[in-house]
């Protein structure tokens, strides 16, 4: 009996100790920048762009996080919001002609409407109101069944953007918050963040040769010249990001080569054919805020890539893009709104060239739908 005792304190105790390990290895190690390093390396990039310098990064990070520390340390309000997911990540200030802009995309995963409306209210806790918010309308934001948790990391800035709009949302703030401790910190027993946090390796950056710590974060560079890293993405201080060169200056021949073998991948669940009752209401009741405001509200649906769409349009559980864009094109005429952009490329004349993946658009395309429309901003 005492063997099987000292036997049975053993096993606890060995469970107890790998289950401390693995919080401490993913808490201190932190590869996505969540917890231990989460709020030095989102203080410090944004930093960095408040100083009007250009980030080159390769190191992983919670976008929600950081555009979250961002707004709340702007100087000064933004005339122009961005809303959405990658694919309008690359709309600047130049692009709009404008010099008030802040990009407010997010992705991993994509941003969901969940997400749009709680950095709006992160925007708007700042006391501000935007002359103009553009918003991203990938054709999966109205599917509840989507699936995608990253808006999780912004779940009380979601219950307290509904309240703005819905009633009926005290209670779910109060749970929500709880929600979002618990979602968050679970993650700290995860076999994949260990994974991730195991295969991390720390690069020190050497910048005007001193040596920043690891709270600086990984693969960060400060340039605006991307032939220093290829493989970064670059950070402007209007939030928008371009991306790494390696991707930028892919030709049609490859665009077309990842279209065929991504299209069973692309954007949602192929089982996905019809908008969500709930979520049109939700979406409909922010749009009519935003209008209440007195904002001018621009809707942008993003386009496929040529030879992505044309193996879409053929397959029956892709619909929902017709049907989305239909919805999305109707509402835009009931209030009265400027509808940028099409998912079909061909509507717009885009080319193959002007896609540097089966789902986002080079420079040169934004500047061909973008000037098409001429929004007024």
């Not at 002609?97 to 969940?114: D, H, I, Q």
């Not at 405001?293 to 029956?316: C, G, R, S, T, W």
């Not at 919805?327 to 835009?332: D, L, Q």
Request: hydrophobic letters at 40%.
């Amino acid at each position: 009996m005492i063997i099987y005792k000292k036997s049975f304190m053993t096993i606890i105790s060995l469970t107890l100790l790998s289950i401390l390990s693995i919080l401490a290895i993913n808490y201190y190690i932190d590869p996505a920048n969540q917890f231990f390093l989460a709020r030095s390396f989102d203080e410090n990039i944004a930093n960095i762009l408040l100083d009007n310098k250009v980030v080159m990064l390769r190191s992983n990070y919670n976008e929600r996080l950081f555009k979250k520390v961002m707004l709340a340390k702007l100087s000064a309000r933004p005339d122009v919001l961005v809303l959405g997911s990658s694919h309008v990540m690359s709309i600047d200030h130049d692009l709009l002609n404008t010099k008030s802009l802040f990009n407010a995309y997010v992705t991993n995963p994509a941003a969901t409407l969940e997400d749009d409306i709680a950095l709006y209210y992160l925007y708007q806790k700042r006391g501000w109101k935007p002359k103009t918010v553009i918003i991203g309308l990938d054709s999966w934001i109205l599917d509840k069944k989507l699936g995608w948790e990253g808006w999780k990391a912004l779940l009380p800035e979601y219950f307290a953007g509904k309240r703005l709009f819905m009633k009926g949302e005290e209670a779910s703030s109060y749970y929500g918050n709880i929600r979002s401790t618990f979602e968050k910190y679970s993650q700290l027993l995860s076999f994949d963040y260990l994974k991730a946090s195991v295969q991390h390796k720390p690069l020190y950056l050497y910048v005007d040769e001193k040596k920043h710590d690891r709270s600086m974060a990984a693969d960060v560079l400060i340039s605006s010249n991307s032939n220093e890293c290829p493989t970064c993405a670059m950070i402007y201080p209007d939030g928008s990001r371009m991306p790494a060169q390696i991707y930028a200056s892919r030709s049609a021949e490859e665009v077309e080569e990842l279209s065929r073998k991504a299209i069973k991948h692309l954007d949602h669940d192929n089982s996905y054919t019809e908008l969500d009752p709930v979520y049109m209401n939700i979406f409909e009741s922010f749009i009519s805020y935003l209008l209440a405001q007195h904002v001018n509200v621009i809707f942008y649906l993003p386009p496929y890539a040529p030879p992505a769409y044309d193996e879409m349009e053929k397959d029956k559980n892709y619909k929902i893009m017709r049907v989305s864009e239909e919805y999305f094109r109707s509402i835009a005429l009931k209030y009265h709104l400027i509808t940028i952009g099409s998912y079909n490329p061909r509507l717009l004349g885009l080319e193959t060239n002007n896609f540097y993946d089966p789902t986002h658009l080079k420079k040169e395309g934004f500047n061909i739908v973008f000037h098409q429309s001429s929004p007024m901003l």
